[in-house]
């Protein structure tokens, strides 16, 4: 809990606390009521529904790994207080981070990481050993249970960290082919001035990497321009909208950097959509590099 309140001190202090209250009154309710593809659902019942469907094939499969594991350590350390003290902490770990996964509604591959970790605990407790004196059933139960870890490690180790790095490697020595690189090249080929401004339309990526990489200034906070096409009808997102093109307006960025390959909410494009951004960048700016299906660099005429 002291630790907890850090991050609120933080936000006290500078100034940022009804900022902070008022995302969780405008913004949350939307996010909350959007699939895993951000876009938002029909109706409550179908919410409901989808993420009962989710969390039981996702929970599930949680289960199905762990069960097995805990069961076994349990009943083999039947007169030890603390080894079983030990096996409900581990089942609590395991449930509340699938649990979590549920509140977020967002059963994305990269937040189940947490949990396949504790998943993968439990599935461990099968190569438990038993006592000396214990059944020789019980030894050959035991043996058995080598089969399904040894059969999942050997699966996980088909791609091995020396793989990975191998891959990692070969990736590195090839940086032309990165977007993020791409991008960056081109700002930096731009002399920028320090008062030169880009503002990016990415998700979490690219985008902000070619930014880092180019040392290059943000004209606006939006980062991520994903919140201004969640709900767009909503007051919120609409409240969202004008910031974002009174900034703009105001900020003049030298070069707008709009990223192609992104999971739009609902589909389709999104400065078609976005009507107001799309006609603001066709007064206002011209297309300075282009790849098609990949991302579109615009400067300020």
Known sequence: ALVATVPFLWIIKN??????????????????????????????????????????????????????GLIWAWTIKAGNTL??????????????????????????????????????????????????????????????????????????????FLQMQTAHNKEVQTPEKWRARQIATFLEAQHLQAEDTVQVLDVTGDGQAALLQAKATTATRHLIDVPLYMEPD??????????????????????IVYVEQFLHPGGGNRLQEFKSLAAMI????????????????????
């Open 83 to 160: 080894t079983r003290q030990r096996i409900m902490q581990l089942a609590l770990m395991v449930f509340a981070f699938t649990f979590y996964e549920l509140i977020a509604g967002k059963f994305w591959i990269n937040h189940m990481l947490p949990s396949a970790y504790w998943v993968l605990l439990c599935l461990a407790l099968l190569l438990t050993r038993p006592e000396d004196n214990a059944r020789p059933r019980t030894k050959i139960l035991a043996i058995i249970f080598l089969v399904p870890v040894g059969l999942s490690g050997y699966c996980f180790a088909q791609t091995s």
């Open 15 to 68: 100034g940022g606390y009804t900022s902070f209250i008022g995302i969780y009154e405008s913004f949350f309710p939307i996010y909350a009521n959007s699939r895993y593809d951000l876009f938002h659902y029909s109706s409550n019942a179908e919410r409901l529904d989808n993420l009962l469907k989710s969390y039981l094939m996702y929970g599930g499969g949680a289960l199905l790994l762990s069960l097995p």
């Open 234 to 255: 909503s007051a919120a997102t609409k409240a969202l909208r004008e910031e974002f093109i009174q900034d703009l307006a105001a900020k003049k960025p030298r070069f």
């Open 282 to 301: 066709e007064q206002d700016y011209v297309i300075a590099e282009k790849h098609d299906g990949d991302y579109i660099i615009y400067r300020r005429k």
